[in-house]
């Protein structure tokens, strides 16, 4: 008798395990991977020969609702595509996502890359690949992209921000 309570008890626990696994709240958001809360800033630094401040240099903090938006939409929707031969890179970009979760912030990061045609590409980083340099010269392009990986970039059309 007491074997078959067990097993009953057992076939219960799989039967709530399969129903809580199955129902609506129990969906991912694998598409996005970005906080659940609302996107507020952005801010993008350039990688500059011509400064004397650590790199990147923070160039434009953007907090206009309509930009913001357009510029998630933007990190969407580009096609995969090969990055450039290193030697044709013109610009190099950290893009910050930051979004207002409760009474925290967290932040998404992408580096953008301009070649030499004003084409963008574009790819979504680990905050531990950026790098931080205290001179930049173009010949460290490499070691930045290295970092960030030469693979699964995406090709985007112009950002609202005139990157290129």
């Excluded at 067990?6 to 709240?25: D, P, R």
């Excluded at 990147?56 to 969407?76: C, F, G």
């Excluded at 990055?83 to 610009?91: A, F």
Aim: proline share 4%.
């Amino acid at each position: 008798m007491i074997k078959i309570r067990g097993g009953k008890i057992i076939l219960y626990l799989i039967f709530l395990l399969l129903v809580t696994a199955c129902s609506e709240g129990a969906k991912v958001n694998v598409e996005s991977n970005n906080p659940s809360g609302d996107l507020s800033l952005i801010n993008i630094s350039l990688y500059r020969s011509d400064s004397h401040k650590v790199q990147p240099e923070l160039i434009i903090a953007e907090s206009d609702p309509l930009k913001l938006n357009s510029a998630e939409e933007w990190t969407k929707s580009g096609t995969p595509e090969a990055l450039p031969r290193i030697k044709n890179i013109e610009k190099i970009y950290l893009i910050q996502f930051q979004y207002s979760v409760n009474t925290t912030t967290e932040s998404v990061y992408y580096i953008c890359v301009t070649d030499k045609n004003k084409n963008e590409y574009l790819k979504k980083i680990d905050e531990k690949q950026k790098t931080d340099l205290d001179v930049y010269d173009p010949t460290r392009n490499e070691l930045i992209l290295k970092k960030v990986g030469m693979n699964d970039w995406l090709k985007v059309t112009p950002s609202i921000f005139s990157l290129s």
